[in-house]
């Protein structure tokens, strides 16, 4: 019988624990063979080899090893490198029947746009979520990528909304759950095994979880000052672990701020973590602040107080239902946050619907069950 060829692409660091659980779930269909193609937009090792490692995943049948850039060069690398791909087919020559991309990273709107031009058809899984701020360029990967995807896999209520509106029609939107918390559900105690708290000196609940990596937080000097200036006014009152994006490294050395940061005795300054010592400390953290999407999922799923140093986000639920709070970059409105948690008055969340650890296998029986 003829296989069903997938050709799954991963690029970026939030990619590889979403598209595991669906390589995981894609093993109790022995007539589909999935190939991962890896974009290489992410290639240190702490942003892309150690989570091979700590997932258990194979590691990539392609890599196109593009590398970073300006957005419009990794896009366009990008491009080329999987058009030529994609129609190279499969190592036995087989040509592929579909194309599974993950989230909202330029590898993913890139590999959506090489597919379709080719005629194959694209499953995107973690359709649907808006911002509505297009100065963000991950809204402008899942615009792109949703109105060319034809399968439409939506981890919230609000995804569904959206993508109606934008005119897709029912039979391709598929309410599934959250894949990434297939991932955290799966190696949660695994993480807390750890001696991660132990190496860095923390107490269980006495201590706070921040990352910043957006451009809007960390390009412009005047906002990342004031970010920054928060964050150290905030850990004379509670540690605060900060493991930094090379990006944001980076401007804070540009910008000469390194000794903003030497000199907060209550910061923990850490390079990139794997995901089980970034979850075992984020599992057992007081509170976390952060700009990422994925953690503001994690925080909910945990029940971790989330300040969201953004003025919007396209995981409305988290806020709605969940642990987050929309925080900007107002510097009063995070102290005061910070003080309602360490009072014990932060309100206490719920978890969504379906972000139960089954959403991959919810995709499979869709994808290949339900065709
Ligand atoms: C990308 C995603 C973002 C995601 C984030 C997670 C886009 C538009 N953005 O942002 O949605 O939240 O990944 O990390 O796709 N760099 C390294 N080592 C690497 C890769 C990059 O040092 O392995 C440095 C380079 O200087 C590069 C910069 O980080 O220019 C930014 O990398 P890039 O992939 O362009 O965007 P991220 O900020 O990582």
Not at 291 to 296: A, F, P, R, Y
Not at 325 to 339: C, Q
């Amino acid at each position: 019988m003829h296989k069903v060829n997938l050709a799954c692409i991963v690029g970026a660091r939030p990619n590889f624990m979403k598209m595991e659980p669906l390589l995981l779930a894609f093993e109790s269909y022995p007539d589909v063979n999935p190939v991962l193609i890896h974009t290489g937009q992410h290639y240190d090792a702490n942003l892309s080899d150690v989570f091979f490692d700590e997932l258990g995943m194979k590691r990539p049948d392609i890599s196109l090893e593009v590398g970073s850039g300006k957005h419009g060069v990794q896009t366009a690398r990008i491009l080329e490198r999987m058009e030529q791909t994609l129609e190279d087919g499969t190592a036995g020559g087989q040509p592929y029947d579909r194309v599974v991309v993950v989230g909202d990273v330029n590898s993913t709107m890139a590999a959506t746009l090489a597919a379709v031009k080719l005629g194959i058809p694209v499953a995107h899984v973690e359709a649907g979520l808006r911002s509505f701020d297009r100065t963000m360029p991950e809204e402008i990967n899942r615009i792109v990528t949703d109105s060319l995807s034809d399968m439409l896999f939506v981890s919230e209520p609000a995804g569904i909304e959206n993508l109606r509106r934008e005119g897709h029609a029912d039979e391709q939107l598929h309410l599934v759950g959250n894949v990434m918390i297939d991932t955290l559900q799966r190696l949660l105690p695994q993480a807390r095994d750890r001696n991660t708290l132990r190496e860095h000196n923390l107490q269980p609940g006495q201590y706070g979880v921040v990352t910043l990596h957006r451009p809007a937080n960390v390009d412009e000097p005047e906002v990342l000052a004031k970010l920054l200036d928060v964050l150290v006014e905030t850990s004379g009152r509670l540690k605060l672990v900060v493991p930094l994006h090379p990006r944001t490294r980076q401007r804070i050395e540009d910008f000469g701020f390194a000794g903003k940061l030497a000199n907060a005795p209550g910061l923990v300054v850490l390079p990139p973590l794997g995901y089980l010592d970034f979850l075992a400390l984020t599992s057992q953290s007081l509170l976390v602040v952060t700009d990422s999407g994925g953690l503001q999922e994690e925080s909910t799923v945990l029940g971790i107080p989330c300040l969201t140093m953004r003025p919007n986000t396209e995981r409305p639920v988290t806020v709605d239902d969940g642990t987050s709070t929309l925080i900007g970059s107002d510097a009063e409105k995070l102290a005061r946050h910070i003080d309602q948690i360490l009072n014990g008055d932060y309100p206490r969340g719920v978890v969504p619907d379906l972000w139960d650890g089954r959403a991959a296998d919810r995709i499979a029986k869709v994808l290949f069950d339900d065709a």
